[in-house]
């Protein structure tokens, strides 16, 4: 008889590891793993008259949609793609959050159909390959044993001898005496309970129970301080003096029943536990553990800049304790940091270097107070005279014969009142407007109008015929000069000077011409014959 072989992996013993310094250590949570065995003997019915693989579907869906957050889940599937072939076991699901397994799995139920052979002991290898370093439990669902000449029995006691950390938990779904005693061997092996189930409510039943053993009761941790308000915390929980889980107060965590030590706190950006709080608390079996615990809630930081004496949009802010940065937080927030003498560093712009010292008191709110040098927005636009064409390349300001800042054409710059030379370093366009004048106005905008003449490139053939409009090459001078890709067909703004053309692929006389300011003219490229 073919086998139904469901497993699921449980990882809870995974947060016994936990080393003792470690506060946040959640890149490995518990894992749930499915193995789902779809061989041919599936089609066979229990004693209600109703098929195995219906029933092994309907009581999976139902129990994988129970509470399981905390966990990841993974599903094996084997015996469903291929008749006789022992190696027929694949990874349907790899670990993935419930929200996301559950429903991969749910889709794949519905498709699956029973055919192949039962390598139970192949799929139990596999699944040892996919926890990779991860503990937990495997509870097999199988309606029959091995038929792939291979023991799993003996698999599972050769892991037992070698530490394996998993546990085996069997399950028998409508087993004659014969597959009854292989799959007992296995619970025997590993040193765990064997469950039979003759039908849907017997196999619910059985899952239930194996649930109740393998997966902890969440825990939820609430941080309040004296006054009742709300905090977020985080800690560990202890045992024996030993750190077994760490939790916080933003999550639900599967905690292993027990009596225990709480030792938790608000952690300030300083990444430190603020006068933790130490309380016994005893983790259910059954339902949600709420701990509340109140707390000290630590000194706070807020950083406000000024201009001209209002109040501005700041810029990231940075403390610092004899020189080594200690944290650092965004300006609009407040934030909890360690009592102190701090240096508090912004840059919210090139003008505005700025550090204040201040001290952090034990219950106290510090307001740290940024004063920036006034500066002020300023937009440019400089645009062709005739037909308005936009110079989108960024621009530079420069005063008393120094650059001082560089100007984003779209977005403009933060600048100092004052009088500048606004350059466009267009190598085809250079231009510099003289004395434009920034005032102390908070947001300003200026459009120039750049005296240029302009061209349109036109092909022709040898013939007199126009040709098909093409990319060519402009550079200024007579001859020489960098050259810059430009299409023919269009027209192009450049101040007055004296600039040459080549056309594409070299089977075209190069041009020489002039530009006027305000005039437009037109260069022929003529095919050479």
Known sequence: MKALLLTFTLLAASLLAFPSSGLAQTSQPDAIYFIFDASGSMWQKLKDDVFKIAVAKQVLQEFIAGDFEGYELAFRAYGHRREGDCRDSELVVPFEAPSVAVKQLQAFMESVNPTGKTPIHYSLVQALNDFGNRKGNIILISDGEETCDADPCELVRAWQNKNVNLKVHVVGLGLEEKARQAMKCISEAAGTEYYDAGSAAELADGLKKIKKKSVHAPVILVGKDKFGQKLKIEGTLRQNGHERFTITSNGRYRVEAGEYVLLAGVKTRNGNLYQPVSKK????????????????????????????????????????????????????????????????????????????????????????????????????????????IWFRENYQLWQDGTKKYNVHAHNGARVLPGTYDLRLTNALTPYTAKSIVVTEAPEQSFEIEVPVGHFTIRYQNSDGTPAADKRCFVAPGADGGRRHYKNSGQKYPVVPGTYNVEGWGGTYDRVVFEIEAGKDIEVILIEKP
């Open 281 to 388: 608390v005893t983790v259910a079996e059954i339902g949600e553990t709420v701990i509340e615990l109140q707390v000290v809630r630590p000194p706070s930081v807020k950083a406000k800049f000024l201009q001209q004496g209002k109040e501005v949009r700041g810029a990231h802010v940075t403390a610092y304790q004899n020189g080594q940065e200690a944290f650092s937080f965004r300006w609009m927030d407040e934030t909890f940091a360690d009592p102190g003498n701090y240096e508090f560093r912004s840059k919210p712009n090139a003008e505005n270097h700025l550090s204040v010292t201040a001290t952090v008191e034990h219950g106290k709110r510090t307001e740290v107070v940024f004063k920036l040098v006034h500066t002020v927005h300023a937009n440019f636009k400089m645009v062709a005279s005739g037909s308005g």
